[in-house]
């Protein structure tokens, strides 16, 4: 308005030369966009930092405008790549497939499948991350090209070089007005990330400060642990759960999603190894685990890695002394149980006395209540000629605590007998 | 062992009580162990906070016998189990809610959910629990749907000291650690002892009340309502390769211009046509029947289908007559005795142009077609009344065929539950 103002009244003298009002509003613009950064741990862009290093087709899942974008920036310095981003649902099919090209005689040449400019910029520079965002919203003739690029890595008669990787982004089928969906297989292609946004980074960033993600570095050093680590991981659950290598999707809610099969453990290994490599956490790992297998197979891996975790009872009987426990209750009974379990699987004097050392310890560093049932166990398989050794005294207290426990389940169960009689 | 002084926590007391608790409840026992205690002068009896940590105040242990101490141990490890913080911050978001008054109201009605089938069965009945029968509530909802049924008022008065800690209502206590104090769980290991538990109880189901197994079943996979599913599923029907938009030959691209020679598609719009064939046996209630008409509507209204295409065809053991769904209001859905589904497929098919997608919303209690018919169908399963049908919800753990569904729908159509 007062831009049109100023035209229209040449007349009024001006006040010794006026800034023009888009220079003002540049500053403005300025002020706006200063703003900072922090550093923030953020476990779904360590997560897909990660999938993303080990080579593995991404699939991000988050409604429209809430940051996927400013992530893949975020991830593409941290890789040192060129960041290209493709609105899949702006494209027509043959961009992806190809545009043919009439040559001189189609009869005898063929008609090539000429490349779109973005893909042979990609090829020319030999790195870079490929953005397709909005998967969902193409039409599904799209969808199909894009999806040949994603597995196959082709654009027509171009091939992308090992050095490009590839992620996707797609909003979640209840949203989604036109029903995207993955068939089974397809699905079982990709490590499926979540993303959502986070209600005090959002908040806290419009205020001007954005956080700014410390990424994972993969160790060089670290790198035949790390492959050691995940072989056993999943062998090992494989190995103890075998219908868990092969599942397809039973109900309509999981279709489109992660599930197990060959396929996903094998990017399962890769993702465990990478992980491990980079030292990353629990939570980052199981974003990936369960983005590749699925909830349930997930969890359960994650829940075998919490026991290969745990101190191995035949390292704790052989020097109960020095033996360090876990704090955590629940892990500290599994321990103590499987302690019992190895004495009671090769049943010696020495190793039950030993046993008895490690419970001694176990009341002195922790509570009392998880000692109860590996003590009452291990004094079940006492042998004759075995005297009982001199510790046990000094779990007297776990005795009366066992007690004064038993002493309330017989008021329990005397009130509600007295109830019933009362009843009648 | 014995050194407790009058004042100070009595952590045999406590232990004793957990310890009691655990021979109740052994399903409950690797959550029990894995909950953290910390004495707190700040919480009237005990309260948890997300990070499974365990408040407890010193006089409140003194003054209750050990059997109540171990209900409310259980209580306190019901609010984490079943995620009673996740799914009170995502009410308040959905709903708007804000402020303490309404987080008490959540306290109340997570309260409310566990504690009506808590105790019992070798555990004692904590003094000053809520019930829901003392608000006048049914007893086993869930804690959404007790939120919807009471307000704070006169009859709730007597329960505003009640604080089961962030674990119960979301909110953060300032007397809380936080997330970066000692003895926390982290999300991945909330997440495991929730999913150990489960396990446990879905291995042996026998020995857990209903509500636990119902928990478990669903804990991972919580079922999502059937208007989302229906919604995705004739969606997902009507945007297929084929119908709706999509490129085709049928006319040169705007982009053929500047190839000439070349063919290249063109992207068209072909809105799609969808026929639903309603069950009117009888079995079904007209209510049930109107929400989901409603629902196909408008789903095909969001994928850009047009009024007049959709159409509605009752059927019995003989298909009536079609009505294009610009009566839908006044179509009459008579009917009663036996289905016969295949004459309505049969008719819907010889319609002239076919329709994309076919939806049926039926009980079930039909013979279907023998041949997967040449367009895309989708199912809606009402319950069947007066049989015990399962919902089928599988564990991923789960054979597929260890639970039998008799006259399920063929396979070559997508099966939706409804209600």
Redesign the interface.
């Given at each position: 308005m007062s831009i049109g103002m100023r035209c229209a009244a040449p007349e009024t003298p001006a006040t010794a030369s006026p800034t023009p009002q888009l220079d003002i509003a540049a500053d403005l613009l300025t002020l706006l966009r200063d703003t900072t950064t922090e550093p923030r741990p953020d476990t779904q862009l360590e997560a897909l930092t990660l999938a993303v290093a080990a080579d593995l087709p991404v699939l991000l899942w988050g409604e429209p405008g809430i940051g996927k974008t400013a992530a893949l920036t975020q991830l593409a310095t941290a890789l040192d790549l060129p960041l290209t981003t493709v609105i899949a649902s702006v494209h027509e099919p043959s961009d992806f497939s190809g545009l043919p090209v009439i040559g001189d005689d189609p009869a005898t040449h063929g008609v090539p499948m000429a490349p779109p400019d973005w893909a042979v910029r990609l090829v020319r520079a030999g790195r870079g991350l490929l953005f397709l965002d909005e998967l969902s919203t193409a039409p599904p003739a799209v969808q199909a090209a894009l999806l040949r690029l994603v597995l196959e890595r082709r654009i027509g008669a171009l091939q992308l070089p090992p050095g490009v990787r590839i992620v996707a982004a797609a909003n979640p089928r209840s949203s989604a007005a036109d029903g995207w969906e993955l068939s089974p297989p397809l699905a079982n292609r990709f490590v499926h990330l979540q993303w959502t946004h986070d209600h005090e980074v959002v908040v806290r960033g419009l205020g001007g400060t954005w956080p700014r993600a410390t990424l994972p570095l993969l160790a060089p050093e670290r790198l035949s642990e790390a492959v050691d680590f995940a072989r056993r991981a999943v062998c090992g659950l494989l190995a103890a759960r075998p219908k868990l290598v092969h599942q397809l999707p039973g109900n309509e809610t999981r279709r489109g999603g992660a599930w197990p099969s060959p396929r996903s453990w094998d990017m399962t290994l890769s993702l465990i190894a990478f992980a491990t490599a980079a030292g990353s956490s629990r939570e980052v790992l199981s974003l990936l685990v369960r983005g590749a297998v699925g909830d349930g197979p997930g969890l359960e891996l994650l829940a075998s890695l919490d026991r290969m975790d745990l101190p191995d009872p035949e390292t704790l009987l052989a020097d109960p002394a020095s033996a360090v426990l876990p704090q955590r209750g629940d892990l500290r009974q599994a321990v103590l149980d499987g302690v019992v379990a190895a004495v009671r699987g090769r049943p010696e004097k020495s190793r039950w006395d030993a046993a008895w050392a490690l419970l001694v310890r176990a009341l002195e560093t922790g509570a009392p209540d998880l000692v109860v049932v590996p003590a009452t166990t291990l004094a079940a398989l006492r042998q004759e000629n075995w005297d009982v050794p001199e510790a046990i005294e000094q779990l007297a207290g776990v005795v009366s605590l066992s007690r004064r426990a038993d002493r309330a389940a017989d008021r329990v169960a005397g009130r509600i007998g007295a109830g019933s009689a009362g009843g009648r | 062992?014995?050194a407790y002084a009058p004042g100070t926590l009595d952590?045999?007391?406590l232990?004793?009580?957990?310890?009691?608790a655990?021979?109740?409840r052994p399903y409950l026992?690797?959550?029990?162990?894995?909950?953290?205690?910390v004495e707190s002068r700040q919480v009237p009896t005990m309260a948890v906070d997300r990070h499974w940590r365990c408040y407890v105040s010193p006089s409140f242990v003194d003054r209750t016998?050990?059997?109540e101490l171990?209900g409310v141990w259980v209580h306190e490890v019901s609010h984490l189990l079943r995620d009673h913080h996740g799914r009170s911050d995502r009410f308040a978001r959905e709903h708007g809610l804000t402020g303490s008054g309404e987080r008490l109201r959540m306290n109340i009605a997570a309260d409310c959910e566990i504690n009506d089938d808590a105790f019992?069965d070798?555990?004692?009945h904590p003094e000053g629990a809520v019930e829901p029968e003392a608000l006048g509530l049914p007893t086993g909802e869930l804690m959404e749907e007790y939120l919807r049924r009471f307000r704070l008022g006169p009859n709730t008065l007597s329960l505003s000291w009640l604080d089961c800690g962030s674990g119960a209502d979301g909110l953060g206590r300032e007397w809380e650690l936080g997330p970066n104090g000692a003895?926390g769980?982290?999300?991945?290991?909330r997440?495991?002892?929730r999913?150990?538990v489960a396990?446990g109880i879905n291995g042996r189901p026998g020995n857990a009340p209903k509500g636990w197994r119902r928990w478990a079943e669903e804990a991972?996979?919580p079922?999502?309502p059937w208007r989302?599913?229906l919604?995705?599923?004739v969606?997902?029907?009507?945007?297929?390769?084929g119908v709706?938009?999509?490129?085709t030959y049928g006319r040169p691209?705007r982009?053929s211009a500047g190839?000439?020679?070349?063919v290249?598609?063109s992207?068209r719009r072909r809105p799609p046509r969808v026929s639903v064939i309603i069950d009117t046996s009888g079995s079904v209630s007209d209510a049930e029947l109107g929400s989901a008409l409603l629902e196909v509507t408008a789903i095909s209204r969001?994928?850009g289908g047009r009024r007049d295409l959709v159409t509605v065809l009752p059927c019995d053991a003989s298909a009536g007559i079609v009505h294009p769904l610009c009566r839908a209001e006044g179509i009459p859905l008579m009917g009663g005795g036996g289905t016969d589904l295949r004459t309505g497929f049969a008719k819907a098919l010889r319609a002239s142009p076919r329709p994309d997608v076919v939806v049926v919303l039926t009980d079930g209690q039909t013979p279907w077609p023998d041949t997967r018919p040449p367009c895309r169908t989708v199912v809606g399963l009402f319950p069947r009344q007066h049989t015990l049908r399962r919902r089928?919800?599988?564990?991923?753990?789960e054979?597929?065929d260890d639970r039998y569904v008799p006259d399920s729908p063929p396979a070559w159509a997508?099966?939706?539950d409804i209600g």
């Open positions: - | 062992m014995n952590l045999d007391k232990f004793a009580a957990r310890l009691h655990v021979r109740a026992a690797t959550a029990l162990f894995a909950l953290h205690p016998p050990v059997e171990a019992g070798g555990l004692v003895h769980l982290s999300e991945q290991e997440d495991a002892v999913f150990r396990q991972f996979h079922p999502l989302e599913l919604g995705a599923a969606r997902s029907a009507a945007s297929d390769s709706g938009e999509d490129y691209s982009r190839l000439p020679g070349v290249l598609p992207l969001a994928v089928p919800v599988r564990s991923w753990g054979d597929e997508r099966v939706v």
